[in-house]
């Protein structure tokens, strides 16, 4: 047994670099979009699904990929995600047309979907208890330099080729070998038990998350969209209702699609609400570099350079919340961590007029976020499950902090359009912004307080 853990640690550096070029993309899309615009002739309604298919894709992918992983083993699902991110990048890059595009964007996310999951799994496998914390941060820590580095990465591409495809082509040689050393080098996994896929589940449960994430993405244009956001609203209720008739008569012999007897734990509902919250307030960097643009009048590619403060901020947060969950326990690094996000908004509110001190205050907010998203939340999910539907655990998890994500840009703009005033985009306007990342950093807190944490847990 120990050999066998051993030996999967040492394959780690697979995972690591599997998940610092499946986060590239999180990062290139602010700096291809431009370039992408000319390509197509798009609008900046259709611009604004070269991300959002993109997010449908991991919503729907993440619980397939998790329920998957532990049926059969995660080398299995390793490489099929690998061979499916292949597919995706090459349809992206050969991409004659917007709608083949953003086809190959969606293949792209089902292969990147399960490869951070897999990642946090095998570090909760291999680490001592004592350990879990730092050993899962490393995965926060790379994927936190990925972001970084992208923008970078794809700016260099731009100025050497001129063509935003060769991004996408640089790709293929390295998902290449990763597949080919997935082959070669992890073993693969005996299962203790033999389970079969619940197919009826999993089919049910995409059409309602994918009805449910369109709902989402065009209740903003109601308008325009009502009679198919009222048929999206029937098409997610009838799923919804068909998923839980089909959990609630599923044969012994087949794996639940969702960890079900999890999500009847109050400690496991609560930590998924913390994920929603968790991505909820991520999604303020989406409004950073255009606030240092709006009050400040920086050029829009100076006011992206913000961002990599906030990141550097995250990166680090990331691994400080690892040491943290290990030396403190996984409730007060969450309390600290939501604390310290609720802080730096209130100081951000007060010192919006000043550059230097809004530099000062977002990487403070990077640190908070970082190390709330990075270990303790993981480690909780995955110590609850146990080893038997750990990466459905986790996976849940993860969907959650994309549904917030995606939720987030609605409740902002709304918050947004209640502070313009005449038309004019100031400061009052970004001030509304972060005292509602203040109030839900509160609530984060409050959420923390109330998960019944067992002993087992909360070490």
């Known amino acids: 047994m120990i050999n066998t853990v051993e030996k999967v640690r040492s394959h780690f550096w697979i995972y690591a670099i599997a998940v610092f070029i499946s986060q590239l993309d999180g990062g290139t899309v602010s700096t291809m979009l431009p370039a992408l615009t000319r390509t197509f002739g798009l609008s900046s309604v259709n611009s604004s699904w070269v991300a959002g298919i993109y997010t449908l894709g991991l919503v729907i992918g993440t619980p397939i990929a998790s329920n998957l992983s532990d049926i059969y083993g995660a080398k299995k699902i390793f490489m099929g995600e690998l061979g499916i991110w292949f597919l995706g990048a090459l ?7 917007y709608g083949l595009f953003l086809l190959g964007r969606f293949i792209l ?10 990642s946090i799994n095998l570090m909760l496998h291999t680490a001592g208890h004592q350990r879990q914390g730092r050993k899962v941060s490393v995965v926060g820590v790379v994927s936190g330099l990925a972001s970084i580095f992208a923008p970078i990465f794809v700016g260099l591409t731009l100025a050497f080729t001129g063509n935003w495809r060769a991004f996408y082509y640089s790709l293929l040689p390295f998902i290449a070998i990763l597949f080919l050393l997935v082959w070669r080098i992890l073993d693969n996994e005996v299962k203790e038990e033999q389970w079969q896929t619940d197919f009826p589940g999993l089919t049910a449960f995409t059409i309602f998350i994918t009805s449910f994430m369109l709902f989402l993405t065009f209740i903003q244009q109601f308008n325009t969209y009502k009679y198919f956001i009222f048929a999206l609203i029937v098409v997610a209720a009838i799923s919804l209702w068909t998923f839980i008739r089909v959990e609630r008569n599923i044969a012994p012999n087949k794996m639940p699609f969702l960890p079900i007897n999890l999500l009847k734990k109050p400690a496991y509902s609560l930590t998924l609400l913390l994920g929603l ?6 999604a303020v960097f989406i409004y950073i570099p255009t606030y240092v643009h709006t009050v400040f009048h920086l050029p829009m590619r100076l006011s992206g350079m913000t961002l990599v403060v906030t990141g550097l901020g995250s990166v680090i947060g990331s691994w400080i919340g690892g040491l943290m969950v290990d030396k403190l326990g996984n409730k007060r690094t969450l309390i600290i961590s939501a604390a310290s996000i609720g802080l730096s908004g209130l100081l951000i509110i007060f010192g919006l007029s000043q550059l230097r001190l809004f530099t000062i205050f977002s990487f403070i907010l990077g640190l908070g976020l ?10 909780i999910a995955g110590r609850m499950a146990g080893k038997g539907n750990r990466v459905q655990a986790i996976g849940g998890l993860s969907t959650t902090k994309k549904i917030g994500a995606i939720v987030a840009p609605i409740v902002y703009a709304s918050v947004i359009q209640l502070n313009v005033n005449n038309g ?3 400061i009052q306007v970004y001030r509304g912004i972060f005292v509602l990342l203040v ?12 998960i ?8």
């Open 452 to 459: 019944p944490f067992t002993k087992e847990e909360n070490l």
């Open 91 to 97: 349809l992206t890059g050969i991409a004659p047309t």
């Open 424 to 426: 004019h985009m100031g």
């Open 277 to 282: 919250l968790g991505g909820t307030l991520f």
């Open 370 to 379: 970082g190390s709330f998203m990075s270990a303790p939340l993981q480690v």
């Open 109 to 118: 996310a089902l292969g990147d979907c399960g490869i951070i999951v897999l």
């Open 439 to 450: 109030v839900i950093a509160v609530i984060s807190i409050i959420v923390t307080s109330l």
